[in-house]
């Protein structure tokens, strides 16, 4: 499966204790929805975040975002063929217009 935003997530702001509640009530909020309805969980993840720590900080709020989000934007296995090729495409087309940016400036 080729997944979007796969740069670092943020740090927990839970303590150990709080992450293991999290991590329980999170899988079974997310698992209550088909995969493609994922995100619905996103209210019921952010009480559970402001449930652990008391209130509901910034912190807690980007955590919840990118763990949601990272469940939920994945291709499907089958696709991953065809959206390679329109990716390689993509790129293709990228580098060769940055070159020729590169020699109209070194001209």
Known sequence: MIAR???AAPPSPFTPE???RFD???EWAVNKYPPERRKSALLAVLHLAQDQLGWL?????AYVGARLVWIADL???DM???IRTLMEMGS???EKTLEGAEARESA
């Not at 900080?57 to 709020?61: D, G, L, N, T, Y």
Request: aromatic share 4%; proline share 13%.
């Open 5 to 7: 935003g796969t740069e």
């Open 57 to 61: 900080p910034e912190s807690a709020m």
């Open 18 to 20: 709080q992450q293991r």
């Open 92 to 94: 293709a087309a990228i």
């Open 80 to 82: 991953e063929p065809a």
């Open 75 to 77: 291709l499907p296995d």
């Open 24 to 26: 329980e009530g999170f």
